[in-house]
């Protein structure tokens, strides 16, 4: 240290110093490098993850149409047109070619003037006898008719008048019952309207009242004592007025129901119904006079109803104050009163139905009125004048059918003959043009316009269905079926229109093509797209197997060893090697059937990498990744 400050007094030994201090330092620095380890290299690694596998086998090859029809005509003859050209869609039943058809045209011409002439022959023949076979059929099916309608309107005025008699004639059984329970009502209003005076009696004399209470119910009982005078009123009404009224209509009833029996025994016996039909009138002209008194009768009855209404529901509303509404005492009393009301609603009610069937007896006592009085005779008559005007006319008709002497057999032998001529050579005439019996291409035609039409003249693809043609090697050949699903791409159309279609085809024998055997698949398209023609190229990726959220690892992770398949996963930052029962596979993954579980972390292998040396001698920088 003596010697180093001696040295640093001068520039000369100042400069000495320096060099030492920087020889001290690197070889300071060069120790340590050598002593250090070198880093470890960190592990390259991939979560395990659920996910789809799908295994398949690409089919590549063109497209084809799946069919092809030839076509020819069923005559010789020279083409006379074509429609079409090679490569042409046409349709189910277009018109494709023509043969010359004009000795097949005079030929159908002739058949059907021959045709004609046997028609007119024939109907000459029985024109006459079809005439007066066709008056007879139409008399006897109008006087038939005639007949039937005449029946079912005496049918239809018999049911009507049964329905209508039996109707009117229950009428006065109920009218009776009604108005009995009517008048009684009347008596039970009377009693329910004691009830609660009595019920309002005993609160009086059970001495817990308040005032408020007392006064609350003095009321009730006032609006109560009201009831009385229209419920007097309605009972005289209904003895003095309804119960006369009642009477009266009843023998009317009684004497309608007689001149109905009257009625029916002249009609069941087929003796004059005249008096019936009077005694019947008269009847019913009493009735209308006692139905229009009852129906005033039971009006004037049921008017002091509704007064008897009011006071009861008046009575209702003081015992229901802020008073007597908490009063158990009166709880009875209130239901007594809803029943009034109850019982008077019921009589409104009854009263208003009896009337109801009062007018509805009416209506039916009209209907049977008309059939009394002369519908259901005037009816019978009609159908006796329908029988006689048939027995004429039919006979008429019958006399007129002569006997024709011509042979209808032999004329309508020609008629069929002729028909048969015309039909063979229509026939012969449409087998000229040559039609489509379905959709397609026109794949090539034999023969030009003017030559004879060679056989077959034309061959027709079916593009309707395209067919995937293409080959697979030994090793991918018995992994396919019939009927497996495959996604399919054409070149010509773009990766991004992708069809679907099925194994439809394979090759049982293997066709060596350069030395290697392939087979044959044909792969049927299911909806082509409409831009795929018949000779472009294209793929089938057929789907062999496939497995959906399943544990999967990359195919780098899995390592070979003497037969062995592993994959290393990483454990306490090392690399463990495990063993892996795997599944399917693809180009990218692996299933996992067995040994990992999801989240592990499985060890890639590490990517190779060089060291670029320094301009002017060494190695310097980091590392370069070259890849795997």
Excluded: C
Aim: charged share 15%; no cysteine.
């Amino acid at each position: 240290m003596t010697v180093l400050r001696g040295l640093v007094t001068t520039w000369p030994g100042r400069l000495l110093a320096l060099a030492l201090v920087v020889a001290v330092g690197g070889g300071a620095l060069f120790a340590s490098r050598a002593n250090s380890q070198p880093p470890k290299q960190e592990l390259r690694t991939q979560a395990v993850t659920k996910g789809s596998v799908t295994q398949s086998v690409a089919v590549s090859g063109s497209v084809a149409a799946s069919g092809q029809t030839k076509l020819a005509f069923k005559t010789n003859g020279k083409v006379s047109a074509l429609y079409v050209a090679v490569g042409q869609q046409v349709t189910a039943g277009q018109a494709l070619a023509l043969i010359d058809a004009t000795d097949l045209q005079s030929a159908l011409q002739q058949a059907q003037q021959n045709l004609k002439n046997a028609q007119l022959s024939y109907q000459k023949t029985v024109q006459s006898a079809s005439d007066a076979q066709r008056s007879l059929e139409q008399t006897q099916q109008s006087t038939q008719n005639d007949i039937a309608t005449a029946q079912q309107n005496l049918a239809k005025i018999k049911t009507n008048y049964a329905t209508a008699k039996a109707n009117a004639l229950s009428f006065g059984t109920t009218l009776y019952t009604d108005l009995g329970s009517y008048q009684n009502g009347l008596g039970t209003l009377k009693a329910q309207i004691d009830i609660v005076l009595n019920d309002i009696d005993n609160a009086f004399r059970s001495g817990s009242l308040s005032m408020n209470e007392q006064s609350d119910l003095r009321n009730a009982q006032n609006s109560m004592n009201s009831a009385y005078a229209p419920l007097s009123s309605a009972q005289n009404l209904a003895g003095s007025v309804l119960k006369p009224s009642t009477d009266e209509l009843q023998h009317s009833l009684d004497d309608i129901g007689a001149a109905i029996a009257e009625f029916d025994s002249a009609l069941a016996s087929g003796s004059d119904t005249s008096r019936a039909s009077a005694d019947f009138q008269q009847a019913m002209s009493e009735y209308t006079l006692a139905s229009s008194k009852i129906s005033g009768a039971i009006d004037s009855v049921n008017s002091p109803l509704s007064s008897i209404s009011s006071s009861v529901t008046s009575s209702q509303g003081n015992l229901n104050t802020a008073n007597t509404r908490t009063d158990t005492n009166l709880a009875k009393t209130r239901t007594d009163l809803a029943s009034i009301l109850t019982s008077v609603t019921s009589e409104q009610q009854l009263a208003s139905s009896t009337k109801s069937k009062i007018n509805q007896a009416g209506t039916a006592l009209q209907t049977v009125n008309d059939a009394v009085t002369g519908s259901i005779a005037n009816a019978q008559a009609n159908i006796d004048a329908a029988v006689l005007r048939a027995q004429q006319s039919v006979q008429s008709a019958q006399t007129t059918v002569a006997n024709q002497p011509l042979n209808l057999a032999t004329a309508q032998t020609s008629v069929d003959n002729a028909a048969t001529a015309v039909q063979t050579a229509q026939t012969n005439l449409d087998a000229a043009t040559l039609t489509a019996p379905s959709s397609g291409v026109v794949a090539s035609i034999a023969s030009a316009v003017g030559e004879n039409a060679a056989s077959p003249l034309l061959v027709l693809a079916n593009t309707s269905s395209l067919v995937l043609h293409g080959t697979v090697g030994e090793a991918d050949v018995a992994k396919l079926k019939l009927g497996l699903v495959a996604n399919v791409t054409v070149d010509a159309v773009g990766s991004g229109t992708r069809m679907t279609g099925r194994i439809t085809s394979l090759d049982p024998v293997a066709t060596i093509q350069q030395g290697v055997p392939v087979y044959g698949v044909d792969v049927t398209i299911d909806l082509p797209n409409v831009s795929v023609k018949p000779g472009m190229t294209g793929t089938a990726n057929v789907i062999i197997a496939s497995r959906q959220a399943v544990l999967v690892v990359p195919n780098l992770a899995i390592r070979s060893a003497s037969g062995r398949r592993y994959v290393q996963i990483l454990k306490d930052g090392e690399a463990v090697d495990t063993d892996v029962t795997f599944g399917i596979a693809n180009d990218t993954v692996t299933e996992v059937a067995s040994g990992l579980a999801e989240g592990d972390l499985v060890v890639l292998p590490q990517s190779r990498v060089t060291t670029t040396p320094r301009p002017g001698g060494g190695f310097g920088g980091g590392p370069q990744v070259i890849g795997r």
